[in-house]
């Protein structure tokens, strides 16, 4: 299925017919439409405008697509601002309003907001709620983007406040759960608490760790607010969510997901391996400035699938070069067709590209789509059709993704903890999640990721990169499962109020393996020192714990003949960052020992399956040889892989 993000508004009338038609003979099937249109569906104060919306809507049907209608509560207009400015949300670093004039210009904490998105959602969903040409809905658009969780307004303090007294027995409680009786910190009522911002030095960890816990449930409620007005008022609609990852929103993502019919993921290849290798060497950005890390889009398609473990959608796939990273190269050529395959390959149901147009006036007006603003076509076009032949060709409907047999453990509270208290410039939660993460995929083997409340049953090998906080039913899932774990440095060593466990970290987890964290020292990433293990060298840094090991065995020793990590039945510790060739040869061993197939092809070839379908895409700029037997039967592409190329050929399940 393929789908493209449309903006009738933004083209005249007369234009939409034509459109329409070309993106059928495209081979486009699905439209989203209306996410940023609120001024036009409402004008002014409760008058109402839907006519352009119904002709936009007729126009598309009559030449066969199906409409995703979207809320627009992404962008208030400016009438509702000037009534109620206290919808604006306050940057919580400056203590500055944030004002009018973009997106995304609103306090989650705001009632008044709350009213007026639950007015015009339920407008739309009456008017569209049983429309035959609507197939679903989408709710607002990247919900905190922009860095636009947090505020610190009077209105998240007054809600923070309420959602303290529910949360804490008494004030006393708080109190000694936070540790307030450091630095004279002690409340004495809950109306007293302050939000942990614009403080003179840094405030108490587990007092922002409940800022981040209340910020995130203040977006969840909002939200659910919406999807329940949706719901009341369709049958056959799904309803779903562009997502913008945890990692840049602080959002606890599986609870934002919970109440939707499937996740979905805006794509941006380039733009993301632009920002995520800011100050990399300009050999290493250069390796992949075209085309996209080989494990960065995919790390996300990978957790946009585990929030609900089910197919995703990427509601938004870049066609070209965008406007709002650092830097905005042009895809190499091929690389559309490429991403899109990439996507199905993942576990995506359907692709839309961003946008139809190029539009030629506002703040995007350098973001490219499918056609130029002239109206002739961009190199994104023959691509996307390509993609469209080949993905028909596949049949994917028969090929569901099946679970990994690797899974790695995620979840906010981890990020959280990581973001409050990194100890050391170089420690991340991400980097050290994706670390893990993309030495699995160079190994060839698929991962899924899931939260610690999901079921650990379908899978070999489960891995928590780094999970600070554990409670009692993880000890007692890992307990019940069969599979094998391996915990990352970090991990089990806070409480759920932030402290240090009373028995040392990692806390709950010496009830699976029964170490203790002595003391924690963090180093800077070119300060590194010796870790061996199985008879080889490799290098320990950033992070690393000194353990006493228990009656655990010891496998890796740092230089100082200590214990870096150990194993105790079926449990890893590791106590320490490290390299990428010793997660290389590390995962590659225990996928070797548990059984897991690994296909590692080359430093740029990943290799995916989706049901009985084997995908290899290579992210060099040189053709290569792919192993395969003789027998295989290669449905597209060839044994010799050129260069951004793709091969898919069947295998047993």
Request: hydrophobic share 35%.
């Amino acid at each position: 299925m393929f789908g493209v993000c449309y903006y009738p508004e933004h083209w005249p009338p007369s234009q939409w017919e034509q459109d329409a038609a070309m993106m059928s003979e495209l081979g486009i099937t699905y439209v989203r439409i209306g996410e940023f249109a609120w001024s036009r569906l409402e004008p002014e104060p409760g008058v109402l405008n839907f006519d352009w919306l119904d002709q936009a809507i007729a126009t598309l049907n009559n030449a066969g697509l199906s409409v995703v209608i979207c809320t627009p509560t992404a962008t208030p207009p400016k009438w509702l601002i000037d009534q109620y400015p206290e919808i604006l949300p306050v940057d919580p670093s400056t203590g500055i309003t944030r004002g009018f004039g973009s997106r995304r210009h609103y306090d989650f904490s705001s009632a008044k907001y709350t009213e007026h998105s639950l007015r015009i959602t339920r407008e739309m969903a009456l008017r569209y709620g049983n429309h035959d040409g609507i197939l679903g809905w989408q709710t607002d658009n990247e919900l905190c983007c922009h860095e636009t969780t947090l505020s610190g307004s009077q209105n998240a303090r007054s809600a923070f406040q309420h959602w303290c007294e529910d949360t804490y027995s008494n004030i006393e409680q708080l109190n000694s759960d936070w540790g307030n009786v450091f630095w004279s910190m002690e409340y004495r009522q809950f109306s007293d608490i302050e939000l942990p911002i614009l403080a003179v030095t840094e405030t108490n960890p587990a007092h922002r760790l409940a800022y981040q816990r209340f910020s995130s449930h203040q977006v969840i409620r909002y939200h659910n607010v919406m999807v329940n007005e949706i719901r009341q008022h369709t049958t056959d609609q799904f309803i779903t969510h562009n997502f913008i990852p945890m990692n840049e929103t602080d959002v606890d993502n599986f609870a934002l997901a919970a109440p939707l019919d499937f996740a979905s993921y805006d794509n941006y290849p380039l733009g993301r391996t632009d920002l995520m290798l800011t100050g990399a060497p300009a050999e290493k950005l250069r390796r992949y400035m075209r085309t996209g890390h080989p494990d960065f889009a995919t790390y996300y398609h990978d957790q946009t699938r585990g929030l609900l473990n089910r197919g995703f959608w990427i509601m938004e796939q870049q066609p070209g070069p965008v406007n709002w990273a650092n830097n905005n190269p042009r895809p190499a050529a091929g690389m559309i067709r490429f991403w899109t395959l990439e996507a199905f390959a993942h576990g995506a149901d359907c692709v839309c590209y961003f946008r139809w147009r190029q539009a030629p006036f506002a703040q995007e007006q350098m973001h490219a789509g499918l056609l130029r603003p002239d109206n002739s076509k961009t190199e994104a076009w023959s691509e996307a059709q390509q993609a469209i032949l080949d993905i028909t060709t596949l049949e994917l409907n028969s090929e569901v993704s099946k679970p990994a047999s690797v899974a790695i453990v995620t979840g906010a509270e981890g990020l959280w903890v990581s973001s409050i208290e990194r100890q050391g410039e170089a420690y991340d939660f991400n980097d050290v999640q994706f670390s893990y993460y993309s030495a699995l995929r160079e190994l060839g083997v698929d991962v899924d990721f899931i939260s610690m409340e999901a079921d650990f049953s379908p899978y070999i090998l489960v891995i928590l990169p780094s999970q600070a906080i554990i409670n009692d039913a993880f000890i007692k899932k890992c307990q019940s499962s069969q599979a094998h774990f391996i915990f990352g440095p970090r991990t089990g060593a806070k409480t759920a109020e932030f402290s240090v466990p009373t028995n040392l970290p990692p806390g709950l987890l010496q009830t699976l393996i029964p170490i203790r964290v002595l003391s924690v020292e963090t180093l800077r990433k070119d300060c590194t020192e010796d870790l061996f293990w199985n008879n080889a060298q490799y290098l320990s840094g950033s992070w690393r714990e000194q353990i006493d090991p228990g009656d655990t065995d010891v496998i890796a020793r740092y230089h100082n003949n200590e214990p870096a990590i150990v194993r105790h039945e079926r449990y890893i510790y590791i106590a320490t960052l490290t390299d990428r060739s010793f997660l290389l040869d590390f995962f590659h061993q225990q996928c070797l020992h548990h059984g897991i197939n690994t296909y590692r092809f080359g430093e740029d070839i990943r290799v995916s399956r989706r049901g009985n379908l084997t995908f290899a895409f290579n992210y060099a700029n040189k053709e290569q040889q792919l192993p395969l037997n003789p027998d295989t039967k290669v449905i597209l592409g060839s044994s010799i892989i050129p260069p951004l190329g793709v091969t898919i050929w069947t295998t047993e399940a």
